[in-house]
């Protein structure tokens, strides 16, 4: 049933988003897409998003472990230092989480600026998630700022990514994008939720999908767990992995 967000306290939201075992590893994603599928708008994804999607991307933050994201939406979005609110640290903090959770950036090629804020104001020391043979120049800078962990030889597995952030003690990992990593994390079928916002917007031709990378024929079923629709007619959807 889609219940109306406006009739939802602040915690019932929260309620609805909670995971039943925070210690076992879980991937979420979330995505925001218009009506006719497009993931950004002028390049970025603050185009198509509302009051609404913005409210549960913050909510979504606060009950994660670690942000998961990939390089090239660090890059198009200029991420900035992954600081929570106020409010929503007071929640961490009651609920014996860290006052921020951490940003793990997977990137191949290792193309980050070690001095870009993201990175060197982090409130916690950020995770780059790389292979072995990735650039030793690019990844002693980057070592500076952020610790950069390898997870496979010659490309980044995903699966080890996963394990590698639950044996830090990060095993709730939200995936923030962008469609490169989700398609990667789909093909090998480690997606265990998907948290999508639907805005009422046509962006028309031109923008991608939130999904992309090599075809794959691996279609994934899902179950819609819950639906909150906002005054504005934004949908937010919560789907878990068909069992
Ligand atoms: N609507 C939304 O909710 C939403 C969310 C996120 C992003 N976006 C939009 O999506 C666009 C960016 O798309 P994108 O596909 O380039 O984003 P992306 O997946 O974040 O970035 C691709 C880059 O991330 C790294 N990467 C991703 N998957 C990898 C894998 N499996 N193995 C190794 N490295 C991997 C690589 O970095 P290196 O090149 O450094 O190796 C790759 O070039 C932007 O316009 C952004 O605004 C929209």
């Given at each position: ?52 999607d913005q409210e549960v991307f913050g909510k979504l933050r ?153 075809d794959s024929t691996a279609a994934r079923k899902l179950v ?20």
């Amino acid at each position: 049933m889609i219940r109306q967000l406006s009739d939802l306290t602040d915690d019932e939201v929260i309620a609805t988003y909670q995971v039943d075992d925070r210690s076992k590893p879980h991937l979420r994603s979330n995505f925001v897409s218009t009506v006719d599928g497009a993931v950004e708008i002028d390049g970025q994804s603050k185009s198509l998003s509302t009051k609404a999607d913005q409210e549960v991307f913050g909510k979504l933050r606060m009950l994660s472990d670690v942000v998961l994201v990939g390089a090239g939406t660090v890059r198009a979005e200029g991420y900035k230092p992954l600081r929570l609110g106020a409010e929503r640290r007071k929640w961490r903090q009651a609920h014996g989480l860290p006052e921020n959770p951490t940003l793990a950036v997977v990137s191949a090629r290792l193309d980050l600026d070690p001095v870009d804020p993201v990175l060197a104001e982090a409130p916690i020391r950020p995770i780059v998630l790389t292979h072995a043979a990735a650039a030793p120049d690019r990844r002693e800078a980057l070592s500076e700022v952020a610790d950069v962990l390898d997870c496979g030889e010659s490309e980044v597995d995903l699966a080890a990514v996963i394990a590698t952030l639950a044996e830090r003690g990060l095993p709730q990992i939200l995936c923030e994008g962008g469609p490169h990593l989700l398609g990667a994390l789909t093909a090998a079928d480690l997606v265990d939720e998907m948290c999508f916002s639907l805005v009422p917007l046509l962006a028309g031709p031109g923008s991608g999908r939130i999904t992309a990378g090599p075809d794959s024929t691996a279609a994934r079923k899902l179950v819609l767990r819950s639906a909150l629709l906002a005054d504005d007619g934004t949908l937010l959807m919560r789907y878990l992995r068909a069992a």
